[in-house]
């Protein structure tokens, strides 16, 4: 039973990653203190480069899983799973804070139903993903790997959609 208490200490991160998004919209405050009328394109930017950066760390942590001890292990998934939540939290924020900015009041509801339907396609294919990634036979090593393999080709599909 030792699990269910590491899978709670990782989930902790994702609580712990709100708080950590209020420091990271007060530091893109400051660095955008110089130039107000752009700090929704700087926020955003922040909050993707994050979301590039924290899907690297877990992608390597991953990698070399099998060398730590369980702890590191919770320990690094912890903090991983923490950043990358606050990080995704500043994208949510900044995104929200542009296109209230952009769109009409008219436009914002079936903007916001647009988006979260894809979000929630998205989600379940990524679920279903995982799913088979996870069902694979070959032990922990075969799923560690496959898991991997899908979090690069986020990882590339993200860098694609962020240079495009």
Known sequence: KAWMNYAALVSLGGVIGPFLSSAVVYGVQA????????????????????????????VLVLAFVQFFSAGTRIFLLFAVWGAMTALNNVTTIYFNAHTQQRLDRSERGRFIANILTL????????SLM???????????????????????????????????
Do not use: D, H, K
Request: proline content about 1%; glycine content about 12%.
């Open 119 to 126: 979000f929630t396609l998205a989600n379940s294919v990524g």
């Open 31 to 58: 660095l955008a203190a110089r130039q107000p009328e752009r700090i929704n394109w700087i926020g955003l930017n922040c909050g993707m480069i994050g979301q590039v950066v924290t899907l690297v760390l877990l």
């Open 130 to 164: 995982y799913g088979y990634a996870l069902a694979s036979e070959g032990g922990v090593e075969a799923q560690v790997s496959r898991s991997s393999g899908l979090l690069l080709t986020a990882l590339a599909l993200r860098l694609v959609i962020f240079c495009a």
